[in-house]
């Protein structure tokens, strides 16, 4: 007597493995060669957001303080 269907359905030269994880890829660097201009452009803009995020930082410390020292004020009031 032959195989049963299931065994049939079930046989390895039927089987597929299941497919093979690709390798990490490496982050390429660029090979582009930036200009003096292109440079100091790039720099410029980082130094301004780095200012402009310290203010902002800044502010919000400064006025999450001043609401604390008002909280103060009326608690002691009371």
Do not use: H
């Amino acid at each position: 007597m032959g195989p049963t269907k299931i065994a049939k359905k079930n046989s390895p030269n039927k089987f597929k493995s299941p497919p093979k994880k690709s390798p990490i890829k490496k982050i390429k660097k660029s090979s582009r060669n930036w200009s003096e201009e292109e440079r100091f452009v790039l720099r410029t803009f980082i130094n301004k957001y780095n200012k402009e995020l310290q203010q902002v930082q800044k502010s919000t410390a400064d006025a999450r303080i001043s609401a604390e020292s008002s909280l103060l004020y009326v608690n002691l009031k009371v």
